[in-house]
DNA sequence: TTGTAGGCGTTATCAA
DNA sequence: TTGATAACGCCTACAA
C-alpha cells in the first residue's frame, strides 16, 4: 500500500500541512524538520496520489487551446478523435479544452487565434507554422506564464514545453526502406512532394533521399515534383512525368495527393510500378485494398492528439514538466494486410 | 463543467446517498424519485468523476493476479515491462497486482498457480495454455466471481471477460504480404514454425499460407519445420532444409529460433535469401539491423501488459464489463529503417 | 514556523 | 425509503 502525506505527518509527528509544504517546495519550514521530513519520505518511497490531487485541481479551473491548421485535410481527423477522446478525462480534472482550426498556413490568422486563445487559456497546443514571427510568439507565451506544446509541426529552439508529432527523416527513410525492399534496390523513382514550402514535406524527402544512397546505392531518382497537397495537379504532373520518364518503376508521394497519382498511374495502364505513400486517409486505404498502393507510412495521429493533452494535463495538474522535449511518434508501415 | 452527484442531488431535492443508489443501482429507492433523478441526470448527462471514484475505491484493497508462461522467452520482457508500468496507477486505486511466471506449458502447473492465485486475488490476468482443464477452471472461477481476462493467448467460448492479444492469423497474413512484396510474388519459401503444439503459431502458419494461395498464387513453399523455440533445433533444420531445397529463396519464421534459422543459412553463405521474421527481442532487432532479418512482424508486448491491466482497473473500480471480447494488437511492420 | 479545517466527487455506513 | 456523515489523498486559506 503507498504511503500518504498523512502518514509521513504521523511519523514523523508534525502536521499533514508541513508535510504538504515539505514535499511541495512551499517554504516556511524549519530547516531540520524539513529534513526529517523528506527522510521519511524518500525512505518510503512516497509518491502522491494522483486521484487525490486530480480532485483537490479541480477548483482551478484550468483551460487547454489547440490550434490546428486541419482543415481541409483529411490527416487530421485522428488527431482531432484523439483531442476528443480525452475531452472527459480533462473535465474530470477541471480542464476545459477549446479547439480552433484554421485553412491553409497564414502566419497572420495563427497569429491572431493564438492572441485570442491566450486570453483565455493556461497552456496551448500548437500545430505552428514554421515562422519566425510564430516562434517569437511562444517565446513571448512563454514569458506570460503560458505553456506551449507544439503538435505535429515543431519550431526548435523555442520555449515550448515540448514536441508531439512524427520525426520526419525517419518517415522519409523508412518510405525508402520498404521501396527499396519492394523493388530489389533497382528502381527509378519520382518523388511527389506536397508542398516547398512545408518544412515537414522537405524533411520525409531528405530522409528518403540519404536512405536511398546509404542503403541502395542502385536506386535512381529521376524526378521530383510538387502536388500542392492537391489530386489535380498531383494528376497532371503526374501524368507528364510519366510521359517524360517512361523508364520510372517506382513513386514515392510524400504529402497529401495520392489520388491524383494513383489516378495517372492507372490511365497510363502502368500498373507494374510500385507506389509508397504517407498517412492514412479513408481514401488512402481504400486505394492499399486495390493493391494500387503497396504501402503507407503512417505517423499516429490519433495518438499525437491524445498524447499531447496527456502532457498538457500533467503540466497543468501536477506541475510535471514534460521529461522529453520530443515525443516522437512510430512509422507504421501498413500495407494490404494490416490496414484494417 | 461536468455535472456531479451533488449537484443532482441539490437539484431534484432528495440527498447524495438517495441519487448514488439510484445511479449504481442499489435499490431501495421509491420508483417516482428514481424516475425524476434518472430523467434529470441524463438531461445533464451525468456522468462519474473518475478522480473522486478512484478515491474512494481505496477503502476496499483490490488484487489483481497474473500468471505468464514467460520464463526463458525474451519476448515477455515487454509485456512485463507494460504490467508494471501501470503499478503505479493501480496502486492509486487501492488495487495491487501479483505477477507469477512458470517455465514451460504443464497445464498441471498452471492449475495449481490459479488454484493458489485465486485465494487472494479478485481478478485474473492469465496467459493461458490451451487445454480444456483450464477451460474449466476459468469457469469456474467465473462461478466464484473471480473475473479472468486472457493474454497473449485465448480459449474462446470460456466465461473470461475478454482476450488481450495478437490476431495469430492476421499475423501470418501480414507477413505473406510482406514477403510477397519482397520477393516479387515469385519466391521458394521455407516456413520455420515454432511448435505444433501451441495454437497461436499454427494459426500464423495458417494465416501464412491461405494469404500467399489468395494473392501470390505463383509462391512456392517448399517445407514446412519446427524450431520447438530453441536455436540448436532452429539451426540444424534450417541447414537439413538448405543442403534439401537449395532452390529456397525466402524464410519465414513464424516463431523463435530466429538465431539459429539466420546462423544456418549465412553459414550456408546463402545471403540472398529473404527473411521475415516474428516479434522484436533484443536479437531479432540486431539481426534486422544487420540486414540479415528484412522484417518482422510485431504484436505490441508492452501495450498488451498495459491494456490488460487498464481493463481490470475499469472492471473492478468501476464496475465496468469490457466492450469488446477481444482486444487485438496492431501487427506491426518493422524493418531496419523503423526498428529503432 | 506550524496546525486546523474544509472541500474536491464518490461511496459506505449508520441512523432516522 | 431516506438523510447525514465520514472517509479516500491532496491542497489551500486561515488561524495560531
Redesign the interface.
Known amino acids: 500500500?503507498?504511503v500518504t502525506i498523512k502518514q509521513i505527518a504521523e511519523m514523523t509527528g508534525v502536521s499533514r500541512g508541513t508535510v504538504d509544504r515539505v514535499l511541495n517546495d512551499r517554504g516556511n519550514v524549519n530547516p531540520e524538520t524539513e529534513e526529517r521530513i523528506r527522510k521519511v519520505a524518500a525512505e518510503l518511497g512516497y509518491?502522491p496520489?494522483?486521484?487525490?490531487r486530480?480532485?483537490a485541481a479541480?477548483k482551478k479551473?484550468y483551460r487547454i487551446g489547440v490550434v490546428l491548421c486541419s482543415e481541409g485535410i483529411e490527416f487530421f481527423d485522428e488527431v482531432l478523435h484523439g483531442l476528443a477522446g480525452m475531452e472527459?478525462?480533462a473535465?474530470?480534472?477541471?480542464v476545459?479544452i477549446v479547439v480552433r482550426t484554421m485553412r491553409g498556413y497564414s502566419v497572420i490568422q495563427q497569429l491572431d487565434i493564438i492572441e485570442e486563445l491566450s486570453q483565455e487559456c493556461n497552456l496551448l497546443i500548437l500545430n505552428v507554422i514554421n515562422d519566425a514571427r510564430i516562434a517569437a510568439a511562444i517565446d513571448e507565451l512563454y514569458e506570460r506564464g503560458i505553456a506551449v506544446i507544439t503538435i505535429n509541426t515543431d519550431i526548435e529552439g523555442t520555449k515550448r514545453l515540448c514536441y508531439v508529432g512524427s520525426d520526419y527523416v525517419?518517415s522519409g527513410?523508412?518510405a525508402?526502406?520498404?521501396l527499396g525492399?519492394?523493388t530489389?534496390g533497382k528502381g527509378t523513382i519520382a518523388i511527389a512532394g506536397g508542398s516547398e514550402s512545408i518544412l515537414g514535406h522537405l524533411k520525409r524527402i531528405e530522409g528518403f533521399r540519404d536512405?536511398l544512397a546509404e542503403?541502395f546505392p542502385e536506386e535512381r531518382i529521376a524526378e521530383l515534383f510538387y502536388t500542392e497537397d492537391n489530386d489535380e495537379t498531383a494528376q497532371k504532373e503526374m501524368d507528364r512525368v510519366l510521359r517524360e520518364h517512361p523508364e520510372i518503376t517506382a513513386v514515392y508521394i510524400s504529402a497529401a495527393g495520392q489520388i491524383g497519382v494513383c489516378k495517372a498511374i492507372s490511365e497510363s495502364g502502368r500498373n507494374d510500378i510500385c507506389v509508397v505513400s504517407c498517412d492514412r486517409t479513408p481514401s488512402v486505404e481504400k486505394l492499399v485494398k486495390e493493391d494500387r498502393i503497396?504501402?503507407t507510412i503512417c505517423q499516429q495521429p490519433f495518438t499525437q492528439g491524445k498524447r499531447a493533452v496527456e502532457l498538457a494535463l500533467q503540466y497543468l495538474i501536477n506541475g510535471i514538466v514534460p521529461e522529453k522535449e520530443r515525443y516522437i511518434m512510430?512509422?507504421?508501415?501498413?500495407?494490404?494486410?494490416?490496414i484494417e
Chains 1, 2 share one sequence.
Not at 473535465?91 to 477541471?94: P, Q
Open positions: 500500500m503507498a509518491s496520489n494522483r486521484a487525490g486530480a480532485l479541480k479551473k472527459k478525462e473535465s474530470d480534472y477541471g476545459s525517419r527513410a523508412t525508402a526502406g520498404v525492399l519492394i530489389g536512405e542503403h503497396r504501402a512510430k512509422n507504421e508501415i501498413r500495407i494490404r494486410e494490416n
